[in-house]
């Protein structure tokens, strides 16, 4: 039996969801009579005798955000573990990125390499950011974000609509991706309304997500119910379904990581912009994994990562221009004629279903964690 400790946090995001508790909870679940999991907030809680109780100690990202990074691995490598650190974004952000000031500040990036470069082993998301990594540390493993079908979130159950849904879900950060499609959105709107709706999912009451909805909206101009605008304007948390729903843009609330994927089925065809850059290049390809799982279609920028699995035959692929014209042509091309990307929807279902499910991708975690010990 193999001793794992997974080092997570308290209050997990969507990082700590894919990348360490749904894997080792299917590991669990699946593979229990070879694996003994536990899960600590507090490596410091942890004894050298303590610790040599496990055969495997894993961190996601950052050992500490203190200085004693090399510290606690040397501590965990004398205890007899093995140090895994699994990473899934690049730790040098783009220059639009709203926690450059905290990652300066915090001096991340030195402690996030400190980490790679003393693990014994590294585990990612792509190829791409693997063959990176390597500059650092050789010993890389690509381990792509999955879906579990057994959690309930993953559940398809389609919310039927009278108008053609349009959907981006995502988290505050990503500003400068939504912005891409503001021209193709601009675009639409100028024409009959009444045949769509572009869906914001995650929405809360924050300064960003009240920046992008005025990206969808043209600063509300798009809109013409004054009396809908006015509920949007107040920023309430009151889901207001009955008014939304004959309106050409529409919020879907946001909620926790373990329920978030249920708004895939409050939409029709998946908007997965990107700006292209350094950091973007380093990403996962989840918002593909989770649309083709729920066979969506999608429209999406024709840049890494995305590139890995997405071609024309998958998606609507939208080439990056100065005027991001790309985005109101696909818009409009669909609206008049939705049933042409439904085949390319069951192509990117097939995809995932083959690559990129639980099943498939923790038979290679189970292998390498056998491999090491």
Not at 50 to 67: G, W
Not at 86 to 115: F, R, T
Not at 191 to 213: H, M, P, R, V, W
Request: hydrophobic letters at 35%; glycine letters at 4%; proline letters at 3%.
């Amino acid at each position: 039996m193999i001793s794992i400790l997974v080092v997570t946090q308290e209050n997990p995001t969507g990082l700590n969801y894919h990348r360490q508790l749904i894997p080792h909870a299917h590991l669990d679940r699946n593979y229990g009579i070879e694996y003994r999991i536990d899960m600590t907030y507090n490596i410091n809680t942890f004894t050298e005798n303590d610790l040599s109780n496990f055969d495997i100690v894993t961190f996601l990202r950052i050992v500490s955000e203190k200085d004693d990074t090399i510290e606690i691995i040397n501590k965990c490598k004398r205890s007899g573990c093995k140090v895994i650190i699994d990473i899934d974004d690049y730790w040098k952000l783009h220059k639009h990125h709203e926690l450059m000031d905290v990652y300066i500040k915090k001096n991340y990036q030195k402690k996030c390499l400190d980490g790679l470069v003393n693990a014994d082993y590294v585990t990612t998301t792509t190829e791409i950011f693997a063959n990176k990594i390597r500059e650092y540390n050789k010993n890389v493993i690509v381990l792509p974000n999955s879906i579990d079908e057994f959690e309930p979130q993953f559940k398809r159950e389609p919310i039927s609509s009278d108008r053609l849904r349009f959907g981006w879900i995502g988290g505050i950060f990503h500003i400068p991706d939504i912005l891409l499609m503001y021209e193709g959105f601009k675009e639409v709107n100028k024409a009959d309304t009444s045949k769509f709706q572009l869906c914001l999912g995650g929405f809360g009451n924050n300064d960003q997500y009240q920046f992008i909805e005025k990206i969808y909206t043209d600063n509300y101009r798009s809109l013409k119910d004054k009396e809908y605008i006015h509920y949007l304007k107040s920023y309430t948390d009151y889901n207001n379904d009955e008014m939304s729903i004959s309106q050409p843009y529409k919020r879907l609330y946001g909620t926790d990581v373990f329920n978030y994927a249920r708004l895939y089925n409050s939409i029709d065809i998946a908007l997965i912009p990107l700006e292209s850059n350094a950091f973007n290049r380093y990403k996962s390809q989840i918002k593909i994994i989770e649309a083709g799982y729920f066979k969506k279609p999608v429209i999406v920028s024709n840049v890494e990562p995305y590139t890995i699995d997405c071609t024309k035959d998958n998606s609507i692929l939208i080439n990056p221009d100065k005027r991001n014209s790309g985005w109101g042509v696909a818009l409009k091309s669909i609206i008049r004629n939705p049933e042409k990307v439904k085949d390319q929807g069951e192509a990117l279902h097939e995809l995932v279903m083959s690559k990129y499910i639980m099943d498939v991708v923790n038979k290679v975690r189970h292998e390498f964690y056998q491999s090491i010990i």
